[in-house]
Nanobody
Framework: QVQMVESGGGLVQAGGSLRLSCVAS????????MGWFRQAPGKEREFVGR????????YYADSVKGRFTISRDNAKNTVYLQMNSLKPEDTAVYYC????????????????WGQGTQVTVSS
């Protein structure tokens, strides 16, 4: 069982930056691919990006590519989402998730989820 807690959300103006953190419990953090998803009001949850468990590759949704960066510190059981050049359309609840699948971008491949943190970008 893996439990995760996100933090770092808040209110920011368009063009600003935020860094989200997700701390996971357990001793096997490095064996999981860590993903970030988001859900805007009235919309389905969507994939944002992931940091693979082996090889350390990253992959991002087109909507955030070049603006968001995922990193992880296995010694701290933490994954980060650095968000730059934020836009009002980035407003959503952001979730981190853990998967035993190396390259997945779909929700059902992720077994463990955090509770989410709200990000609001004002125009």
């Amino acid at each position: 069982q893996v439990q995760m807690v996100e933090s770092g959300g808040g209110l920011v103006q368009a063009g600003g930056s935020l860094r989200l953190s997700c701390v996971a419990s357990g001793r096997t953090f490095s064996s999981y691919t860590m993903g970030w998803f988001r859900q805007a009001p009235g919309k389905e949850r969507e994939f944002v990006g992931r940091f693979s468990r082996s090889g350390g590759s990253t992959y991002y949704a087109d909507s955030v590519k070049g603006r968001f960066t995922i990193s992880r510190d296995n010694a701290k059981n933490t994954v980060y989402l650095q968000m730059n050049s934020l836009k009002p359309e980035d407003t959503a609840v952001y979730y981190c998730a853990a998967s035993t699948s190396t390259y997945s971008t779909i929700e059902r491949a992720y077994d463990y989820w955090g509770q989410g943190t709200q990000v609001t970008v004002s125009s």
